[in-house]
């Protein structure tokens, strides 16, 4: 099955086209990588693949649903989204944000500790939210992933606000998710390279 089929696809906001035209196709699972400049419609093109945004016309299919109501709910159970700024509470720990997730969504609470211990942060399980720096809160967002096993992963440029470390901590994550059989698209504006990259596309935006 065709991971995703994007043909002639516009998105709009406030009446502008955020994307024109743009098609992509990932045949198969495996590694990508979006590229393009701020404001190009990179997270416009994760959201529409994760189902969060509808599109205003073209044909577009994710994970063999078409991209209307019913298919978008659909590739939103199946894919995982992971913005700049992940949904956790600041009052919570890291192990209390991913427990209260796990109850709501029905994820096995026993696939935290790996997860944690796969982003380097069970030493931080009881640390609040609030007092993480940036890229712990990005960590977090990826340990929350893990834990769910999604089909289609979408990060929005995860390595942002990582070190060189915490890049590689990234890289060995996407090489574990898709050798699992998933796949993985992720946005970025810098050169950065993974030990695997299946397909790219550099997107413009609509002007």
Do not use: C
């Amino acid at each position: 099955m065709t991971v995703a089929r994007l043909t002639d696809v516009v998105v709009t906001r406030d009446a502008f086209p955020v994307l024109a035209g743009l098609s992509w196709t990932i045949e198969h699972p495996g590694a990508y990588v979006v590229r393009g400049g701020n404001g190009s419609g990179k997270t416009s093109l994760l959201r529409v693949l994760a189902g969060l945004d509808a599109i205003a016309s073209g044909d577009a299919q994710v994970l063999g649903h078409p991209l209307n109501a019913t298919g978008r709910r659909e590739v939103r159970r199946r894919s995982g989204w992971l913005g700049h700024d992940a949904p956790f509470h600041d009052a919570l720990t890291v192990a209390e944000n991913l427990s209260f997730a796990s109850t709501v969504t029905r994820v096995p609470r026993e696939r935290m500790a790996d997860a944690l211990d796969q982003v380097e942060l069970t030493s931080r399980s009881a640390t609040v939210a609030s007092r993480l720096s940036a890229g712990q809160r990005r960590r977090l967002g990826i340990a929350w992933l893990i834990m769910r096993r999604p089909e289609l992963w979408l990060l929005d440029e995860p390595h942002a606000a990582l070190d060189d470390a915490g890049r590689q901590l990234v890289d060995d994550v996407v090489a574990r998710a898709v050798a699992g059989g998933a796949t993985v698209v992720l946005t970025t504006h810098q050169d950065v390279v993974l030990s695997r990259v299946d397909g790219e596309i550099v997107v413009r935006g609509g002007r």
